[in-house]
């Protein structure tokens, strides 16, 4: 079953639908933040750091196991560029925009690494 998900992309699926949710969640904080000054809980730093764990196995996995499959380093650098970033973002403060603005393009970058490797999965 597992090499099957490899085989197929469901794991660059799996990581574009998980950067997806990353995606809503930093709008949706951006927002409430903005209308409700107490948005504490969906700010809470290791919601952050948990996401980005989850985020450096996904991509680990499904952009690494692209390389093995299709040998093409390409989605791999682009992949690795959005997790960067993304990791970058975590050490900006919350008070600005600066870390919103940076984690949802490293989050479209990741995700576009991933469906890059995907289709040269496929």
């Known amino acids: 079953m597992l090499q099957h998900a490899f085989r197929t992309g469901a794991i660059d699926r799996l990581a574009i639908g998980v950067s997806g949710l990353c995606l809503v969640h930093c709008i949706a904080s951006a927002v409430l933040v903005t209308l409700v000054a107490s948005a504490g809980g969906l700010l809470h730093p290791l ?7 989850v985020a450096l196995m996904l ?3 499904g952009l690494g196991r692209g390389i093995g499959q299709h040998g093409f380093m390409l989605p ?5 560029l959005g997790l960067g970033i993304m990791a970058g973002a975590l050490t900006l403060g919350h ?15 990741l995700a576009l690494g991933h469906d890059l490797n995907r289709r040269a999965v496929i």
């Open 59 to 61: 991509g680990v996995i």
């Open 47 to 53: 919601i952050h750091e948990a996401g980005m764990i």
């Open 76 to 80: 791999s650098a682009i992949g690795g």
């Open 95 to 109: 008070g600005g925009g600066e870390e919103l603005v940076y984690s949802v393009v490293g989050v479209l970058i």
